[in-house]
């Protein structure tokens, strides 16, 4: 589990293909790596990915095939992404409860300055737009958001300087696509509505 508060940047600086997906080597210098351990789970622009092998100030994971289908930002050799490690059960929550598994791939159709913040719309697929709600939680490339907006398939965010200084969301652009996942809560509400009238 994460809260998607990210605490790094790092850089994918190694991208080897495997049978069927990509064994990726992460240059992490602001991670602190001294406490992760082989195994730990570290999450990449919101995927969960496992660390390996560790280095210095990298370490290694590998991406299966199904992953990098559902998934945006995990092949590009030289790519930033957003990190954060695994919260442990005493960790305070400053974000929410996100699982690190990506529910889709959502289009950004705007990203631009409003006073001292950026408003960024975002089109979710359409799978996905019933689970998001106004001033509800969603995570974008890891990042704990709350939504300002909701009108059909978009929503609006209002991000904080604090925020475009410390992600990867700076570079995001019209156009670009991310990973999304939805409220961890909106899920099981849905699943417990459906399961009873099965």
């Known amino acids: 589990m994460f809260t998607g508060i990210i605490t ?3 850089k994918i600086s190694r991208v080897q293909p495997l049978e069927k997906g990509l064994r990726l080597t992460v240059k992490a210098p602001g991670l602190k790596l001294a406490n992760v351990a ?9 995927v969960c ?3 390996i092998k560790k280095m210095k100030d990298s370490y290694q ?9 559902c998934t945006v930002g995990l092949d590009a050799l030289g790519g930033e992404v957003n990190l ?3 919260m442990r059960l005493s960790d305070f929550i400053g ?3 996100v699982s690190g598994h990506v529910d889709g791939v959502g289009e950004v159709e705007k990203f631009e300055p409003i006073g001292e913040s950026h408003e960024l719309v975002i089109k979710a697929p359409k799978s996905l737009a019933k689970y998001i709600a106004r001033k509800g939680s969603i995570v974008v490339d890891g990042v704990s958001l709350t939504t300002n907006s909701v009108k059909g398939r978009r929503f609006s965010i209002n991000l904080i300087p604090h925020t475009i200084e410390v992600t ?5 652009h019209p156009g670009a696509q991310v990973n ?11 699943r417990m509505l459906s399961a009873g009238k099965a």
């Open 8 to 10: 790094a940047i790092g």
């Open 38 to 46: 082989l195994g730990d789970s570290i999450a990449h622009g919101g």
């Open 49 to 51: 990915l496992t660390v």
């Open 61 to 69: 994971v590998d991406v299966s095939r199904e992953t990098l289908d």
């Open 84 to 86: 954060e490690k695994a």
């Open 95 to 97: 974000g929410h409860l």
């Open 168 to 172: 990867t969301l700076k570079h995001l």
């Open 180 to 190: 999304l996942e939805i409220d961890l809560i909106a899920r099981y509400v849905e």
